[in-house]
Antibody
């Protein structure tokens, strides 16, 4: 079964840090580009970061650039998101998502992990 | 920035057809993909490359594109189709990995 499982979410104070992880199984992880997508409560989907198969290309949305860092370890089938200087508006469900096609569509989603930024 | 607009809501009776649009200047030059998100669940891909369906997605779901607008059509709507639907477009620039449409809530009456 193809699966992405996120972990690391939780409650953090404004200005704090968290590290999210995503472990993949059942798919050729090293041949997938990987992404983090978030969804604030009651809102739509926001694509916040992308990392290519070999980590040579990394993109960030304006809303997180300079505060978040995406990385991956192909030998561990793992994706990470280091989040610093967290703000109230970073509160969201964070989804790990895989792209396995040259058309760059997300074909596998994790179930998400919840990050709540609040004092 | 790239803006991709969808109608906020669509209501449809069971057995009828739901039509969801996705509009924006970027649409004409890119492939459009569609994701279904049932309440409390993660999204699921239902259409890719404008018109194709992943295995396991019913033929009732179909996609099309013309100019700056892509369309997801759900024929013979069932209660289980009640969900939010998002179109997705890849940008691939350092400032914008990709963009999602604003989302459409499909309500089955």
């Amino acid at each position: 079964e193809v699966q992405l499982v996120e972990s690391g979410g939780g409650l953090v104070q404004p200005g704090g840090s968290l590290r999210l992880s995503c472990v993949a199984s059942g798919l050729p992880f090293s041949f997938n580009s990987m992404n983090w997508v978030r969804q604030a409560p009651g809102k739509g989907l926001e694509w916040i970061s992308y990392i290519s198969m070999g980590s040579s290309s990394i993109y960030y949305a304006d809303s997180v650039r300079g505060r978040f860092t995406i990385s991956r370890e192909n030998v561990k089938n793992s994706l990470y998101l280091e989040m610093n200087d967290l703000r109230d508006d970073d509160t969201a469900v964070y989804y790990c998502a895989a792209i396995g096609s040259i058309s760059f569509y997300i074909d596998v989603w994790g179930k998400g992990t919840t990050v709540t930024v609040s004092s | 920035s790239y803006v991709v607009t969808q109608p906020p809501s669509v209501s449809v009776a069971p057995g009828q057809t739901a039509t969801i649009t996705c509009a924006g200047n970027i649409i004409e030059s890119r492939s459009v993909h569609w994701h279904q998100q049932r309440p409390g669940q993660a999204p699921v891909l239902v259409v890719y490359d404008n018109v194709d369906r992943p295995s396991g997605i019913p033929e009732r779901f179909s996609g099309s594109k013309s100019g700056n607008t892509a369309t997801l059509t759900i024929n013979r709507v069932e209660p289980g189709d009640e969900a939010d639907y998002f179109c997705q477009v890849w940008i691939g620039g350092p400032d914008h990995p990709g963009v999602f449409g604003t989302g459409t809530r499909v309500t089955v009456l």
